[in-house]
Each structure stands twice: as structure tokens, then as C-alpha cells.
């Protein structure tokens, strides 16, 4: 007997061995190497991204999104879409609303094969930000222009616009209740990140693009932020505005309030004001994040 459980003993920790070297072992993980990585389109990780370790992909009730008084981490096993109203084709997820405390509205927008998207309430106005596939925007005043992936479009409050979709997109979109100040209008706006300038952020070693004019008559920006591994923020900030985050590439630590939050491409956070906060990129490449930020208007 006891010889039998020796042989026993031999055989598990021969075959566990055996596990742990191979390509698909309990000790593996799935990798995607630089080469493949060079491969793939820019923010493919937003709609292809890793859930979880696969140890824990199919663990009933798993998810690392967490919802507080004053933030949230939305990550993508948490989305839920549902039909867009007003828009054809399209599944929505909304990722932040006023629900939470926020003051704007932020959703994905899955357009399919042969999709339109439909009108904003009165008095709203909306940015649309390409992250996967095309879309083609089309109004009364300009010719039809395409929207590819990086692009945006900033579209003004009443302003009528269709964006439609032959094959399949994939939109991140902001909507808000244009609060007005004074005279000040705003217009209608089509660009893309690489034509944005590098903006001066002293005392800071990440990169700063701004999608929006500085001028009084937008009330909030889009800042596209950039950081290589290693990067952090320097200023650990405390304020009066509300963020509305898409990290679209890379990975890092997120902190909000007293909690510290690992997150990677995909994931949303959503920032009440004055929630201390933080970011430290980590990983081999670089971190990009897509920033929602209220400006130019009284706190009070």
C-alpha cells in the first residue's frame, strides 16, 4: 500500500510538472507578444479586452467594477447593452449617468451592418469618438464626412446630424445639457487626436492633447493623456470637476479616494468631484486615456 501511494505521488507531481511546461499549463497564460501587438489596429483592446485572468473568466459573480458615493470602475464584464433609443441597429451601454451623480452621460454605441444613430434631447450636445471600424457624419451645412477610428465629431446643442454605418463601429459617446453663458455659441467640430497639438503640462511628464477649444463657450473638454511605463502623475489632484475616463490602451494603477484600482485598456472610470485621484502607468507600453472634463462654467 504504502509503495502504491509512493508511485501514486510520482505520477501527480510528474504530470504537474509536465502542466507547468507547457504552452497551455496551469502556470500559462495566454500572451500576445510586440510582434502581434504591432498588428493590431490602434484600441483594439477596447473591444477586445482581456476580462480577467482565464483562472477566473468563467468564476460565477466575478468582476473587478466597483461603484462608491463618489467614483466607479466600469469594467467590460459589466457592460449590459440593450437597444439605443432613436438610433437603428445599435446596441447602447451606458457607463455613466446622472444616476451615479454625474452631470453628464456617457455610453458605447455598437452601430451594425446598415445602422443611424438618432438625435440627442433638446438643449444637449454630444461628442462622438471613434474607437473601432467607421462611421459617416452627415448634416444640413457640410458634405458627408467620414469618421474613422481616432476621429471625433463635437456636435452643438439643437444641431441636427445623422452618423450611419455600412459595416460595423464602435462609438464612445458624451452627452450633456449645454449650459450657456452669455452670447458665447459653439460649432460644430470634426477632427482627429494626431492633428491635436502637444500642450505644455508643467511640472507633469505625460502628454496633453486637448479635442476642444479653450474658448468660454464650451463648458467641457476631452483631454487625451499619454504615458509611457513608469509615468505617473505628479500632482495627486483634489477638485471641483467630474471625469469620465476610457483608458484606450495600456494598463496601470488607478487611485481614487483611499482605494487602489488595477486597470487596463477597456476599462471606464467615472470621478465625482473633489475624490482624490491618481494614475501610474505600468506594463511595456504606452497608456492612453480619453478624459471627460467640465470647464469654464461657475461651481456654484
Not at 500572451?31 to 479586452?49: A, L, M, R
Not at 465629431?153 to 455600412?166: K, R
Not at 506594463?283 to 467640465?294: A, E, F, H, V
Amino acid at each position: 500500500m504504502r509503495s502504491l501511494h509512493l508511485i501514486s505521488f510520482v505520477i501527480i507531481i510528474s504530470l504537474l510538472a509536465k502542466a507547468s511546461k507547457s504552452d497551455d499549463g496551469f502556470c500559462s497564460a495566454p500572451s500576445i507578444t510586440e510582434s502581434d501587438e504591432k498588428t493590431k489596429p490602434i484600441y483594439w483592446k477596447v473591444t477586445n479586452p482581456t476580462l480577467s485572468p482565464s483562472h477566473l473568466q468563467d468564476l460565477p459573480g466575478y468582476t473587478r467594477s466597483v461603484y462608491k458615493r463618489d467614483h466607479a470602475l466600469i469594467t467590460p464584464e459589466s457592460h449590459v447593452y440593450s437597444p439605443l433609443p432613436d438610433w437603428t441597429n445599435t446596441l447602447g451601454a451606458y457607463l455613466i449617468t446622472p444616476a451615479m451623480g454625474s452631470h453628464f452621460v456617457m455610453y458605447f454605441a455598437k452601430m451594425k451592418e446598415m445602422s443611424s444613430s438618432g438625435l440627442p434631447p433638446k438643449d444637449i450636445e454630444r461628442l462622438v469618438f471613434v474607437v473601432e471600424g467607421a462611421v459617416t457624419l452627415t448634416n444640413t451645412s457640410i458634405s458627408s464626412t467620414k469618421l474613422t477610428v481616432d476621429s471625433y465629431a463635437y456636435l452643438p446643442p439643437n444641431f441636427y446630424h445623422s452618423l450611419d454605418c455600412v459595416e460595423s463601429a464602435t462609438l464612445v459617446v458624451f452627452e450633456r445639457r449645454y449650459e450657456r453663458l452669455g452670447s458665447h455659441t459653439t460649432e460644430l467640430i470634426v477632427g482627429s487626436t494626431d492633428k491635436q497639438p502637444l500642450l505644455e503640462t508643467p511640472g507633469e511628464v505625460f502628454e496633453l492633447r486637448k479635442l476642444l477649444p479653450v474658448s468660454l463657450a464650451y463648458d467641457f473638454n476631452i483631454h487625451i493623456m499619454d504615458f509611457q511605463p513608469g509615468e505617473f502623475l505628479n500632482v495627486k489632484e483634489v477638485h471641483y470637476n467630474q471625469h469620465g475616463l476610457l483608458l484606450l490602451e495600456g494598463q496601470g494603477i488607478y487611485r481614487l479616494g483611499d482605494n487602489w484600482y488595477p486597470v487596463q485598456a477597456g476599462d471606464v472610470i467615472w470621478m465625482a468631484p473633489f475624490v482624490p485621484q491618481w494614475y501610474g502607468a505600468l506594463g511595456k507600453n504606452r497608456s492612453r486615456y480619453l478624459l471627460y472634463k467640465d470647464v469654464n462654467r461657475n461651481p456654484l
